[in-house]
């Protein structure tokens, strides 16, 4: 049986990194060549990683690539993720991986029709901590969860990213940028999603980038940055998820969960580590210790956070590895679907101001748990690496 699937990357933007660097830390991956529109960048990403520089075309038509990583921009994601189909070739997608629950479907027919696999970031709810908290929902630590709160809130991207423009554009917006990490997390602790209702708006239709490559020029905002929804899971928890590029600061936790007999406060959903902790029946908070799971340790020194335990392609890795190995695969179709159908029904929601039922539905992924991780991962990755 095959150990490894060749591997290529098209898109050599600012991900490419992450996944050039860390991949190497999994089984199941032979990173070959990466491709681009821009072939500047690519040779640049080439040269910087030790792979070949391909065009999308010579990629494409490559005998020793099982599977493309697409990371264009988002307006991309299908036309790149169908031609990756045509080509014979199993993809892994950058989120979201539609803008459209059309283009998903039709995606998802491609791969049938052809027996070929899709997978789609985000899976940093694979990481330690979401983990931790999702043994102990099964374990019924709190009890039946019946409601709770998630929030991602910041003033935007415009302050730091190089490039922003397009995340303020169809197909941006924190709901459809951040908001996987966070509905994907709710859907693995808690199961698909039955109805949503939202109101959303655009409180600053003009926005000026303050990071250094384009400072001072002015972006014209076409979707909506502030988002306030209402989730109602098939359990019958009723999840109050709030989203914003609006916000200067807040107090709110990014995710708490209310059980019958006590709360569960979780971390970040955008990031593979955090503290866990819970309250008891009484309401006695009480701070859990670390879980001792590979995706937890940090592995990476970030320049104003610290240490931090980053394990992005490890969703790419247990693709390749379900492929090899005849087996589903967590970071699936059937997942990255559903995620995208709850985003789309609350924009739609709040632009037609009416409650929307899901179109489609999905299993929670299988648990990960600290013996999968360590077979997934080729070595130790303590030593930290620069971010």
Known sequence: MLEKLGIGIIGCGNISETYLTLGPLFRGLDLKAVADINMDAAHARAAEFGVLAYTVEELLAADDIDIVVNLTIPAAHYDISRRILEAGKHVYSEKPFVLSLKEGQALLELAEQKGLR???????FLGGSHQQCRSLIDSGAIGKVGSGTCHVMSRGMEHWHPNPAFFFKDGGGPILDLGP???TNLVQLLGPIKTVSALTSIPSPKRTITSEQRYGETISVE??????ALLEFHSGAVITFGA???????????????G????????????FGGAVRIADENGVPVDLPAWQ???GEPN??????GALANYRAAGLSDMAMGILEGRAHRCNHALALHVADVMFSILTSGRERRFVELETTCTRPDAFLKEHAAQMLLSSSQDLVAD
Do not use: C, R
């Open 181 to 183: 990490y966070y509905l």
């Open 300 to 305: 990476q020194q970030h320049d104003s956070m």
């Open 293 to 295: 799971h590979p995706f």
């Open 223 to 228: 979707t909506e940055t502030t988002v306030h």
């Open 244 to 258: 914003s590029w609006d916000v200067k600061d807040h107090n709110h936790n990014h995710m708490e969960l209310y």
């Open 118 to 124: 899709i997978g789609s970031a985000p899976d940093t």
């Open 260 to 271: 019958e007999t006590g709360t569960l406060y979780g971390p970040d959903p955008n990031f």
